[in-house]
């Protein structure tokens, strides 16, 4: 297979952590070919979407190290057209940049882009995890979004909860993600307005139920084709609201409680409808949090912590993917074949 991984730069990776390296060594010690560009590298030549790639040398024994595998990886470099991709692999970090979906619209018939780009518009803010149906907020914290300042404030006054969660719309990373309690309403109307007027135009901010059981931890649980593959527990440190690990938080094992398969029962097959075939969830308290669909990150981790390979599971589903497409069109060229072999006239 073609493989190209549109990512975060080289240099920025952490060969001890990174979950993209484990999935470009998963490919590499396939003998796939693989290439890996950063959405600026992409570019259109003669009308054509391609990118400035560069592309991993192929070596008889990859080692089975991957820290040692990314220090010694060599590259050639080379304009490549991104229709010769059999697939796509998206792992750019948040945000979202429209104008690399654009240059991607161009080639999504023949290419499997994981994940798939109307996926990733739909699911670019948090407005995608209340998207999920449930009325009676069995699975999904209540949530309130707004820009309207005053709503928020009478939203934090009725509130039957002492605290709140307040954080932007399209956040990432823990940014800006904090507890709010009634008692501190009058910084409230002060803190919404930073929070609304700090960006052109203004931004939305949520307003969300806080989960009890978050200073226990919340749990991440990565989903492929719909269905739960890993987990793991993150603890955020003592002094802190958020369990990102960007944030301090630790983890720990975890293992899938009844509620939490019933939640990713619930949840996978919208996230397969909507093409988002590799996520990472936040679970706190069996409740979902947020639906990460940019470059989920954890492979390393939960590898470790169960003593396995994640990445094995999702080049295996790429690969299955990849070569039912691949069946159809040798169908079809086939039975191309048989019509104009009966000399019809
Ligand atoms: N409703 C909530 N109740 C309790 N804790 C929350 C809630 N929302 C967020 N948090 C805490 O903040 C962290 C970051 O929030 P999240 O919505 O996942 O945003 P981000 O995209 O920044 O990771 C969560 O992992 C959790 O620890
Ligand atoms: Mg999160």
Redesign the pocket.
């Known amino acids: 297979m073609n493989i190209l991984f549109l990512m975060y730069p080289w240099d920025k990776i952490d060969p001890e952590t990174d979950s993209t390296l484990r999935l470009i060594h998963e490919c590499v010690s396939r003998n796939h070919t693989v290439a890996i560009a950063t959405p600026h590298n992409l570019t259109m030549r003669d009308s054509v979407s391609s990118a400035f790639c560069q592309v991993f040398k192929k070596s008889d024994v990859v080692t089975a190290n991957i820290v040692s595998f990314y220090k010694k990886a060599e590259f050639q470099k080379s304009q490549l057209p991104l229709a010769g991709f059999d697939t796509i692999i998206m792992r750019a970090n948040p945000p979202l940049d429209p104008i690399t979906l654009n240059f991607l619209d161009s080639v999504r018939d023949d290419v499997f882009i994981m994940n798939d780009i109307d996926g990733l518009r739909i699911a670019n803010t948090?407005l995608y995890t209340a998207s999920f149906d449930d009325p009676t907020n069995h699975f999904i914290?209540v949530t309130h979004v707004s820009k309207t300042t005053e709503y928020l404030v009478d939203v934090l006054k009725e509130s039957k909860s002492d605290k709140m969660?307040m954080?932007p719309l399209d956040?990432?990373?823990?940014?800006?993600?904090i507890l709010v309690e009634k008692s501190a309403h009058k910084s409230f109307q002060s803190l919404l307005e930073f929070y609304i007027n700090s960006g052109k135009g203004g931004n939305y901010v949520i307003l969300?139920?806080?989960?009890e059981g978050?200073d226990a931890?919340?749990v991440r649980i990565m989903m492929l084709n719909g269905e739960p593959v890993g987990a793991m527990k993150?603890v955020?440190a003592s002094n802190d609201?958020?369990?990102?690990i960007h944030?301090g938080?630790s983890v720990i094992k975890h293992v899938l409680t009844k509620n939490e398969k019933a939640l990713c029962k619930h949840i996978g097959p919208k996230l397969v409808r909507d093409g988002l075939y590799f996520v990472g969830i936040?679970v706190?308290n069996e409740k979902l949090?947020?639906v990460?669909v940019q470059s989920p990150g954890g492979i390393m981790r939960i590898n470790k912590l169960n003593n396995v390979k994640l990445q094995k599971k999702v080049i295996d589903f790429v690969e299955s993917v990849v070569n039912a497409k691949e069946a159809l069109a040798q169908r079809k060229h086939e039975f191309r074949k048989a019509i104009n072999d009966a000399h019809i006239i």
């Open positions: 948090k914290p969660i954080k956040g990432y990373g823990g940014h800006g993600v969300q139920e806080y989960v978050a931890g919340d993150r955020p609201v958020r369990s990102n944030a938080g936040d706190i949090i947020e990460n």
